[in-house]
């Protein structure tokens, strides 16, 4: 597994008043909102969608980095090492901005399901 559960875990309780799902992603988890990425566990920490109104809070923070994608940084999300996403305060703090940010977009239609085409032969 390339991500901590007990990181995911402490991420699902935080969110548990919001109508979220999961999906796994690069390696991890990702936690959606409204067909959006609200956050995610990854290996040595947590991806926040903070969202660029935002961003500039966020990096404030104590702990709190750019998240970097091929070397450049992502505007508007960031990374939060393992050890520091475990402070409740800190966490409520992105998270609150994470959902500010998600529930001021328009809700993304679900995709179709995917339809198995049939086999030649």
Do not use: W
Not at 49 to 73: C, H, I, S, W
Not at 100 to 111: E, F, I, L, Q, T
């Amino acid at each position: 597994m390339a991500f901590d559960p007990g990181l995911a875990e402490l991420l699902r309780s935080s969110l548990a008043d919001e109508p979220f799902s999961e999906t796994r992603m690069f390696g991890g988890i990702a936690f959606m909102l409204n067909g959006h990425m609200l956050c995610g566990v990854h290996k040595g920490g947590v991806m926040v969608r903070v969202g660029k109104e935002n961003y500039a809070d966020a990096l404030a923070q104590k702990g709190v980095a750019p998240m970097l994608f091929t070397g450049r940084p992502m505007v508007g999300m960031v990374d939060v090492a393992d050890t520091i996403v475990a402070e409740d305060d800190l966490r409520g703090r992105l998270l609150d901005m994470a959902l500010a940010s998600n529930k001021a977009m328009p809700p993304k239609a679900p995709k179709p399901p995917k339809v198995a085409k049939p086999k030649k032969g």
